[in-house]
């Protein structure tokens, strides 16, 4: 027996067996319902509403508040269909249309968002094939001046030829290898044109560039086909560096030690040379096709990658050595590409405010819109920016590098073995949590931590300060090194066969970290006169971003209290808009536009953020009444 | 008793005692007459005409003419003075005016001549003294975009800033050193300006840079301060790259073997590499303090300096890598200046005609007059110009470097112990020559070689075929390894302590070498259908050039039988060139300019040289009518 399903609003309808599962029909009519727990029962993120028909809700409601029961709420994963059905599925439970691109692997979506941006396949640098007059004794200009010829007679403005030593060097000899039929690479800057490269024959169609984010923690890299759009490969990795501290700050410290700052340098390259490497070496490209390079990362990371010394950047009044870099060579770096490749960095806003921020407005589009944006780019820093097509404001909010697991005793990156989600009772205080590859945890991740965090608050466990109430007599609540601590997992539980906990030291650093956050929106809003209600639309972007859940960020107040709708995950932008930028040029100075227009405000001298940090140092904040949501959540925990 | 000597038509009068020397009184009234053997009767040159008033006129007539005996010329270094005298200084007796350029080193007179060229102290590269706002909290750009904006202030585009990946890593410091006041180096290529150097405090006044002529034979260097185109020192040297080959081609050949051409791009470097080292030691100038460097040389030659591939230049259609070469950086080549020093090479024409070239009708300026001239630098090479203001044609005569010693038997170059001069008795055949630095004679040098041909062509030595005539019966005629020779100096004359001779293969070679040169002049006049008799002028560049004997290069037929005050010395005027671009860009762009306006003639496929070649294989010429001087001193020694 089959039932038809409808789904609303999309008007969809699907037949499907008597007895499916809901989640599965969402899937079969092409939806989606967010999910983290992958339709398992754990998350309680599937919620639809059934407006029609019969079904066996299961366990459903205990992931549901009495209001969400009432008005027909089910988890989709633990709902099966019993009769023909028309289901809702509501604003909080859709999968954002770009989630998927935080992956920033699909490929598909990734060109058509670049089109939607105006971008086109219209990169720096050209390719051109030339096929030019063999020299005769009645026309014996030489091999320079017969490619400028060439040049311009293919539409080149060649007036002003500018080719490197290396490139001279092998001229004759390409010329005549590809007897007078050549592919030239070509880049302009102002009236000068500069030939790249030069291959003998028709190699038009052999064009190869890279996009990097150079991330304080990780690292990624995409092998472009130039000729296409099209991502040959992607590669991650951590950060080399961590080893030399986990932000930006140690860092530089240790840049202006010793022999730190070739350190630090080396291990970047190394890091993306490798990464170069395998991905050419599995797509049989020789890294010397690859030409041209654009990099993002913050400030910071930019230095370090080129070896500049960020020491300035750290001391008052924090200055960078540049913030639009010029142009610098690939063989100046050290990267293993064509020596002469071209590599070009996203352009810095500030100190604090890097490339990979202007590749997020970028990709964002916001800076092209009426309404007003927040932007916030959630990674080892945590970055900002509101504003519209007429106006953005920036800043930094240094909330650390908490949520990557620095300074939190059992904190570790989103990795196998990691506590990714947790569940208290409100009543035992007993855990439920899901830890990411489903094996024994050994630690816990960001968004186990936002869930840690919100958990402990909605149940009681912590205060309002994040202190542990000893007085609610949990046994996993207990007295350690550094004070109180909460055992998430018991030591039969562990892959360690340690017990894992998270003690007030961690509760404190978290909130910090959170503050921060939340401090950097409200003070950017303040300095414009705006309040969060002024807000269309909030973009995470960022590669723990992704990973948020939006309503346990909004518990702990790391985000505002704004409808689930006006929250959009981008993903990693930073690569993203790298990508755009080395695809094409019109988008690369729209990027370098974005950095022009924005304002960065130092939040660190302000009095202002120091007023809306100490707020902000609560659980959600000072002030409840921001957090209706949270408040209604805890007079309906504390009715029931 | 005193005498008062007027010259004319100078009209300068000096008084000196009774039986004074001429010559000296000539020198005394502060003017030139000409003089190889420095007054000591020997070279005939000192020709002056007695107008009036007594003297004693010595042994005077044996060099003169009867006609000018008739006339009442007189040699000024055997005449003594015996009363109040009027003499007139003939023109072909003058020294001319640029002749003492030829040292390259009257730098008065250089930057005079430049000066009188068009030219100023405005070279490529601008220091500029900026006192920059120092960063605060509140003006906290970076410090490229701080210095960009500094540049504008001064009045500068910097809209397309362009910086060295080097210069980009010492900014920060420099800037912080010099406590915000720096002084910037900067040039432009069209829109972009690069920073080539940043200096902590005012450095305004220690601009240095570089001429450097690299000729096939011998290389030169000027170290110039930029600040007043002072010349700070000047040096040369063999161009080592002698050892392995004499002229242009027997080096590209050498450059295709093996390691041949690193070893010539090294040898090349090394040389002036040695010479600034040189020159900045003993001026207490760090070399790095020499950020651009003008060089100037023929076309293989810069090949060869940059270490590029020279063998399609010896190849029909004979291609160069390239005439105008792009900019090069000194790091690049290897040379130990400033790393991002720039190195401009002077335009170079075609594969058979360089930079020196461009460089030495810069220097002429016969690109500029109404008259017709012919120039010609006389090297290892020869390359002939001729033309005005308005057309300019050129052509090597590859003569080859007979003159420099190389495939004669005794050949050397102009050093010490070099026979420069040689007089054969026409009686008894005995041989009178003169040696640099007066030490026993251990070669022949190409004055010599010119002398040597040409006493003994006028003296029945030989036939107008080059063949030593046995029949004369001369002691000094003899049969040797190759054939007939005739012996300049004996054993006991010689520091080798043994017999310098020419031999029938010595002659041949530099018959053929003075052939080659009047062919080129001739196979370009005639292309234009011109004479000699259109030429207003003949400009002798060259470090050879300027020690040539005009009368006695007529009498072998080397150069055209025209009067003697249409001869212009020159001297090295690639290395003046180079010089006069260095300093002023406007000078560098008309040298471009020159480069883009010649026509190149290639001789070795010319029906027409071939044909002028062969009847200038003879003394001095098939057609003795061509040369009128010669026929009637020819007349003259047969009467006598």
Redesign the interface.
């Known amino acids: 027996m089959k039932h038809k399903i409808t789904f609303m609003p999309d008007n969809v309808a699907v037949n499907v067996d008597d007895d499916t599962i809901l989640f599965k029909a969402v899937k079969a009519a092409g939806l989606y319902v967010l999910s983290s727990c992958g339709g398992k029962g754990n998350c309680g993120k599937c919620k639809v509403v059934i407006k029609e028909g019969k079904t066996d809700t299961g366990k459903s409601r205990s992931f549901l508040s009495v209001e969400e029961a009432k008005r027909g709420y089910a988890l989709a994963c633990l709902t099966r269909v019993k009769s023909n059905l028309t289901v809702e599925i509501p604003p909080e439970s859709r999968m954002q249309a770009k989630h998927k691109i935080a992956t920033g692997a699909n490929m598909e979506e990734l060109i058509k968002l670049m089109q939607q941006a105006g971008g086109c396949l219209e990169s720096r640098i050209n390719r051109v094939y030339l096929e030019i007059d063999p020299?005769?004794?009645d026309?014996?200009?030489?091999?320079?001046?017969?490619l400028r010829r060439a040049l311009d007679k293919a539409g080149f403005d060649a007036s002003?030829?500018?080719?490197?030593?290396?490139m001279?060097?092998e001229?004759?000899?390409v010329l005549?290898e590809g007897n007078w039929k050549v592919t030239v690479s070509v880049f302009s800057?102002?009236?000068?044109l500069e030939v790249l490269d030069i291959f003998p024959g028709n190699a038009i169609r052999t064009r190869y560039g890279a996009a990097v984010d150079i991330g304080t923690t990780t690292i990624v890299v995409y092998l472009v086909d130039m000729t296409n759009g099209h991502i040959i490969g992607t590669a991650s990795t951590y950060n080399s560096q961590v080893k030399c501290g986990d932000d930006v700050i140690t860092r530089i410290v240790y840049a202006t030690e010793r022999n730190g700052l070739k350190e630090l340098h080396d291990l970047a390259v190394g890091n993306i040379n490798t990464m170069l490497t395998e991905l050419s070496e599995k797509n049989n490209i020789p890294p010397s096709m690859i030409d041209y390079l654009v990099v993002a990362g913050n400030t910071t990371m930019i230095h370090l990658f080129?070896?500049?010394?960020p020491?300035?950047i750290r001391e008052?009044?924090?200055?960078?050595?540049?913030?639009?870099?010029?142009?610098?060579?690939g063989k100046?770096?050290g990267l293993q590409v064509d020596p002469r490749a071209i590599i070009y960095s996203m352009p810095?806003v500030?100190?604090y405010v890097g490339g990979d921020i202007s590749a997020g407005v970028l990709v964002s589009q916001i800076h092209k819109q009426d309404q007003v944006s927040l932007f916030i780019d959630i990674g080892t820093n945590g970055e900002i920016v509101l504003g519209n097509k007429d106006w953005l404001v920036t800043a930094a909010c240094s909330a650390g590098p908490a949520f990557e697991g620095s300074g939190i005793k059992f904190g570790m990156r989103a990795m196998e073995g990691a506590i990714e989600e947790v569940e208290i009772n409100p009543k035992t205080y007993d855990v439920n949590f899901r830890v990411i590859g489903d094996v024994k945890p050994i630690g816990i991740c960001g968004s186990g931590m936002i869930d840690t965090l919100a958990e402990m608050y909605l149940n009681g466990v912590i205060d309002q300060k994040g202190k542990i109430r000893e007085e609610i007599g949990s046994k996993r609540i207990r007295r350690g090194e550094s004070g109180l601590e909460y055992v998430l997992a018991w030591r039969v539980e562990s892959a360690s066969n340690k017990e894992i906990v998270i003690t007030e030291v961690d509760l404190d650093n978290l909130i910090r970290a959170k503050a921060a956050i939340y401090a950097g929106f409200s003070t950017l809003l303040s300095q414009m006169n705006m309040t969060f209600a002024d807000i269309d639309k909030l973009c995470i972007a960022g590669g723990f971003g992704r990973y948020i859940d939006v309503e346990r960020a909004i518990t702990i107040g790391m985000l505002p209290d704004l409808p689930v709708d006006k929250f959009q995950f981008l993903g990693n932008t930073s690569i993203m808009g790298a990508y755009f930028a080395l695809l094409c040029d019109r988008l690369r100075h729209e990027a370098e536009e974005i950095a022009r227009r924005m304002t960065?405000i130092?939040l660190s001298?302000s009095r202002s953020f120091m007023d809306e940090y100490l707020s902000a140092l609560f659980l959600p904040h000072t002030d409840l009444n921001a957090f209706p949501t949270v408040k209604k959540e805890l007079e309906y925990r504390k009715k029931s």
């Open positions: 020299p005769t004794i026309d014996n200009i030489a091999d320079y001046e017969r002003h030829l500018h080719m490197n030593y290396m001279l060097i001229l004759p000899h005549r800057i102002t009236a000068v080129y070896g500049i010394d020491q300035y008052e009044p924090y200055i960078p050595a540049a913030t639009f870099f010029p142009l610098i060579r100046s770096v810095n500030a100190s960065y130092e001298v």
